[in-house]
């Protein structure tokens, strides 16, 4: 183990690794949400921000952008990278709830047991990412800048640049919005109530399957966000570049309390930097490893996750 490495980089490796982190959470929020209403693991939920990652670089692309070209200017960058979002969660969300009334809604209309739902999400999964690639012959794909790069100032010597700026502030901002949303307003009591209790929620009114489709179009949302974010942060992608990254939100949902919003945060946040500290420790190669094993072990101790709160105890 390398303590030098970690101590002399501290400051740097917790910047990259919230950076990382909020892309995890933003992803997170997707697995949460679906789970805190049907109790269901949607792995199909990897490929809805591979999408998103697409359609943000066709957009760019349509407009004249691509890895040898890059927008020119602050507005111009601002504004290609505000039309990228717009795609991007449009395309995301339109994936989640078409995925939602083909793979799961036929299913729940049977009452099909939980294998068959865990079964379908896999189906789907592996179909949207092998119609990807088959699509863009399983090449990766880079990205305009659309988002400098350069170092803006220091922060206990840290170097802080726009991009990881955008995108810790822009996923706060976001999760600060569907947590408002959710423990806010009367679609956001909705969801609770169909996560507390589905046959009494109808009983009032509540419209379990469109509270449903709100669930799967907001957690599209979220994960077009993050992968747009994603883009402007690694400057490529890939049919299967939501594998890995999908495993690992999950992983947060889990480590911070699967169904619950506020822990999907906290478990992104933390699974980015613990990831980072690792690489200094043990080298890049442990990288993964060790996020796995302090999730093991945290659930060894914790089996709910940090905060462990279902959505449909969830208040404000």
Known sequence: MDFSELFQNFSELTVTGLTMGAIYALVALGYTLVYGVLRLINFAHSEVFMVGTFAAMFTWQAMGFDQNHSPAGILLS?????????????????????????????LRRRNAPPLAFLISAIGASYVIMEIVGIYT????YGMPETVSNKVLFHVLG?????VQIVIVVGALLMMFGLDRFINK????????AVAQDPDAA?????????????????????????AVFWNIRYGYTKFNVGFLLGIKAFTAAVLGGIGNLRGA?????????????????FGSNFRDLVAFIALIALLMFRPT????????????
């Open 137 to 140: 012959d399983r090449a990766p």
């Open 158 to 162: 840290a170097d802080i640049t726009a």
């Open 202 to 226: 109808a009983l009032m009114g509540v419209n379990k399957n469109r509270i449903i489709g709100l669930v799967f179009l907001l957690g599209g949302v979220m994960a077009g966000a993050a």
């Open 185 to 192: 307003t009367r679609m956001g009591r909705g969801v609770r």
């Open 78 to 106: 601002s504004g290609v990278l505000i039309v990228g979002l717009i795609a991007a969660v449009a395309a995301s969300s339109g994936t989640a709830v078409l995925v939602e009334l083909a793979a799961y809604r036929p």
């Open 265 to 281: 945060l906290l478990g992104g946040l933390l699974l980015g930097v613990v990831e980072n500290y690792a690489s200094a420790l």
């Open 305 to 316: 996750g940090i905060l462990g709160e279902s959505l449909g105890r969830a208040r404000a």
